[in-house]
């Protein structure tokens, strides 16, 4: 996490990863978004109550974001990005990023690697390596730490990916803003 105490994160495609969990019990505040109803029904019945109350949004996130969102210190991705596969979809994507990533604040992008497999659960992904990465998110952004982590996955294939974190220029991460406060649910 951010080393500030109540960073905001955003996440693109939260599904119904255990790491939600793990974030808001480091008093993380949270926006969790998801183009599936499903996975964010599952995620509110399992940490529905927690504090603070994340936002939550239901949207592609390929797709311009709604208005009202909080800035965030962190933007999130693991094993999402990589599934968007037109170049308009990509292009929205980091335009969305770009959108509500505070200056000074960080992007993890944990996606398929160059040698990582050509689909994922039965769709085809793109996979990236730290340069298009970097390239894709512009000269504002610096690479902070890469590595090559292999993930398998429970039919015991080996996945490979790449995990890389970037920050975007402009103020330090410790000059950040402590007093806002997420807006109320917002839905697309
Ligand atoms: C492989 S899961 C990863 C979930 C979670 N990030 C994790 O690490 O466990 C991919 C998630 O991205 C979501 N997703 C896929 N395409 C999306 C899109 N265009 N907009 C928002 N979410 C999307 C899926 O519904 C799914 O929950």
Known sequence: MPAIATPTIFLPGAGTSLLVDELLARGARL???????????????????????????????????????????????????????????????????RTVLRPGGHVLLAEFAPAGAPRCAGLDVHRYSTEEMAERLGPEFTLRHAEDVTFVNPSGAPRPYVYALFQRAGADASEADQTKRPSPIARS
């Not at 592609?60 to 009202?68: K, T, V």
Request: glycine share 6%; proline share 9%.
């Open 31 to 97: 926006v969790l978004n998801d183009v599936s109803d499903e996975a964010l029904r599952k995620l509110r019945q399992r940490i529905g109550g927690r504090t603070p109350e994340p936002v939550w949004l239901h949207h592609d996130i390929s797709q311009p974001l709604p208005a009202g969102l909080p800035t965030c210190d962190l933007w999130l991705d693991r094993a999402v990005l990589h599934f968007l596969l037109e170049e308009p979809e990509i292009t929205g994507y980091f335009r969305n990023l």
